[in-house]
Nanobody, 126 residues
């Protein structure tokens, strides 16, 4: 599985960005595609996840209401729409895919994801 993240950039506080994660390779509708982020000096943090089928989605409680995860109809691209961005959202955002066997209750754990994209930088200025 190969993942390509894009869409990061510099935005002012209160602005919006949409990140894209293009997935290719051997994946099924059961695979999870997730977004994590890592700010300088901090641990990697779960952001959002969904099944490629689109049947299940979850956004971290701390970002719910501002961030939305979705996919295109081909299931090959997963998006993270981020609204009302804050300076504390500044981080490198990574998309990741699991092996297709993760149960939903473990979907927020980074250790369940086997494949990682290269990351895209999001910088929010105050």
């Amino acid at each position: 599985v190969q993942l390509q993240a894009s869409g990061g950039g510099l935005v002012q506080a209160g602005g919006s960005l949409r990140l894209s994660c293009a997935a290719s390779g051997r994946t099924t509708s059961r695979h999870l595609i997730a977004w994590f982020r890592q700010a300088p000096g901090k641990e990697r943090e779960f952001v959002a996840t969904m099944r490629r089928s689109g049947g299940s989605t979850y956004v971290s409680d701390s970002m719910k209401g501002r961030f939305t995860i979705s996919r295109d109809n081909t299931q090959n691209t997963v998006y993270l729409l981020m609204n009302n961005l804050k300076p504390e959202d500044t981080a490198i955002y990574y998309c990741a895919a699991d092996s297709g066997t993760t149960i939903w209750s473990e979907a927020t754990k980074s250790t369940r994801y086997n494949y990682w994209g290269q990351g895209t930088q999001v910088t929010v200025s105050s």
